[in-house]
């Protein structure tokens, strides 16, 4: 009878303390680790988003890509943008650099021209629809061509 006992006993003190382990787990996960691991990768995105926008402001405020656009984009000095362009993309440790001149939707990354874009084609609509947005950035996510 006593070894009866003795296993109900253990049993029920295991049970319980397997509960409480469990809802201490559950509750720590959902009060503190949970909500750290989500801060963490917000801060990731946030710097992400951050690198993003001011590659593209270095390329707005270039002085080089806005007076070689001034000048219609002559052919002599493309390899200097291309240049540009890979800088740019050292500078920020970017997969890519690219650029697209709103006059002549002209499409250029840091391998040289890429193509012309057009506002009757439905693949290029999402740059005409951001320029004529008149918004200063927009984050898109987009597939490659």
Same mark, same amino acid.
């Given at each position: ?32 680790? /949970? ?6 990768? $917000? ?15 270095? *390329?707005?405020?270039?002085?080089? /890509? $806005? ?11 493309? @390899?200097?943008?291309?240049? @540009? /362009? ?5 500078? @920020?440790?970017? +997969? ?7 006059? @002549? ?7 040289? /021209?890429?193509?012309? *874009?057009?506002?009757?084609? $439905?693949? +290029? ?14 984050? $898109?996510?987009?597939? +490659?061509?």
């Amino acid at each position: 009878m006593l070894g009866v006992l003795l296993l109900v006993s253990f049993v029920t003190v295991g049970g319980t303390s397997i509960y409480k382990a469990r809802e201490v787990i559950e509750q720590r996960m959902l009060s503190d680790e /949970l909500p750290n691991m989500l801060r963490r990768v $917000a801060g990731s995105i946030d710097r992400e988003i951050y690198e993003t926008l001011s590659a593209g402001r270095s *390329l707005a405020e270039n002085h080089f /890509l $806005a007076d070689w656009v001034r000048q219609g984009e002559p052919d002599k000095t493309v @390899q200097g943008v291309v240049d @540009q /362009l890979l800088l740019i993309k050292a500078q @920020q440790n970017a +997969d890519m650099a690219f650029m697209i001149t709103v006059e @002549q939707g002209s499409y250029y990354t840091d391998k040289g /021209l890429f193509k012309r *874009l057009d506002r009757a084609e $439905a693949r +290029d609509a999402w740059f005409y629809r951001f320029v004529d947005s008149e918004l200063k950035y927009e984050i $898109a996510f987009d597939q +490659d061509e």
